[in-house]
């Protein structure tokens, strides 16, 4: 039994103040994977692309021991694009284009071999996508799921009977309000977690985390960075390590939750210093090994 990501699975065209990259290995369920990996495995992979999607991309993924019997292959159909552009303050991005393609008509089927999974990491994806992924495991031990600000405002309905369902939410501070109707963080945390999850985790960008679980809140300060070349996929890796943290020690006390959020931040600050085709390619340098083999 190992641990299931389901989420998107795209081409991104990523413009920065920097440079540009085109087509490049995008969606949330290849960060939270590919990042999750680097702490044991197998990591079990559900998503959907088109014919068109490289191949290259796929043995990226597989060699990073990442089963990949649940990616759906739609022949003739595009792959999910994404184009965005940074500013040079990289906390803000323009959105140019979405193209849903194939990933419009998405139907998360769980392989047989995945419905033990214990470990669960629902990447950002319609909460009705994340509850039918729900409805198909045999018995889950711990629920991760992320959502954003479109799934807050646009189904929020189903957004809350999904919550009800998740041990920990992962979403950023903007969306924490929203959710909320409650400008400060620390009451709006309160009010999330009656909606459901125990364990809430608010991200807060280049200014760190806040862990809230039982009557605890720990804030942990992001990795610190020098070079920050494409924020893309840096909250996706941070559930990746979160979760790949837990999932590899088994322990879910609080004490192990801190960890995880450290591991979290650290792999989404990998994440953040090149464009993800190369990044992802090459997380694991002599460098990322002793960080975190050392935290």
Known sequence: MGLLVVGSLGLDTVITPFDKIEEALGGSASYISLAASYFGGPIEFVGVVGSDFPKEYIKIIEDHNVDTEGLQIVEGGKTFRWTGKYHYDLNMRDTLSTELNVFEKFDPVIPDNFKKSKFICLGNIDPVLQSRVLDQMEDPQFVVCDTMNF???GKKDDLLKLLKRVDVLIINDSEA???AHEPNLIRAARMIRELGPKI?????GEHGALLFVEDIVFSAPAYPMETI??????GDSFAGGFIGYLYKTRSLSPDSL?????YGSTMASFCVEKFSKKVLKNYLT??????LENL
Do not use: Q, S
């Not at 070349?229 to 840096?234: R, V």
């Not at 801190?258 to 450290?262: D, F, Y």
């Not at 002599?286 to 960080?291: A, E, S």
């Open 151 to 153: 799934w807050i405002e």
């Open 200 to 204: 809430l985790i608010i991200k807060k």
């Open 286 to 291: 002599c460098r990322y090994k002793i960080v």
């Open 229 to 234: 070349f494409d924020p893309t996929g840096a």
């Open 177 to 179: 309000r929203l959710l």
């Open 258 to 262: 801190k960890r995880a959020v450290i």
